[in-house]
């Protein structure tokens, strides 16, 4: 754990089927993770899918430089990465969000605990997404808020950067299309009254700006959202 980037270095031969042990405690440890392997191979597939480091072409050492010297000069990258190797479950109460390290299914334990703004016997229906390293949190219920936490602080903690409901106060469900960094909102109550659905810009992951809100139904239940395309679960409208 001392290290600031561990390398797993596989020849060009190596078949498809080889996952070496220690890649789970270099994941374990949140530190990121280079390694050779060949594009198909089940290790970089598992290393691209979890965003927890980077591969390479085997047997190229300028590539494997290249590697080394991207988390080098930019260590936030491999911080990123270091956390992306460990695993959280996220569960909401009445009281608020619950943040499981679950990295050993065994042993997981409690890593951080957000209050909801709205608490008690009423609430029943807390939703989240997360985006960049920040975890995103509604509720249905209440006087809520939408609250924003950055996650790159775990396993300690979290670090609420914001809470607030002057973009909305409910919503019972949330949509992030990280391929264009847009917060879809369903659902969403505000001062004035219940909505359809709210469109976001994350382009500053802690500040959405308001885009867009849809009328063509009465309510949004869910979304799915590919290619700048909304598919809508409006109940039986």
Known sequence: AAADVSLIIQKMTVGDIVMPSKLLNIMASERPVIATAN?????????????????VEPENHILLKDAILKIYSDPSIGRKYGINGREYAIIGSTAGTHIFDVTDPVN???????????QGSGIVHRD???YKGYLYMVCDE?????????????????KVVYDSDALFKTSHNTFIDTAK??????GPGDNTGAHSMFVYSLKDP????????????????????RNDTAYLNAGDE
């Open 39 to 55: 594009s198909i191979c089940e290790l970089a597939r598992f290393i691209n899918e979890a965003n927890c480091g980077i591969v």
């Open 108 to 118: 997981f334990y409690l890593a951080d605990f957000v209050p909801g703004a709205a």
């Open 128 to 130: 989240y997404d997360d």
């Open 142 to 158: 209440g006087a809520s808020t939408l609250q924003i936490a950055d996650m790159s602080f775990l396993p300690d903690s979290v």
């Open 181 to 186: 960094a847009k917060l879809y909102v369903c």
């Open 206 to 225: 802690v500040s959405p700006k308001f885009i867009y809100s849809y009328t063509g139904t009465a309510y949004v239940h869910d979304c799915y959202v």
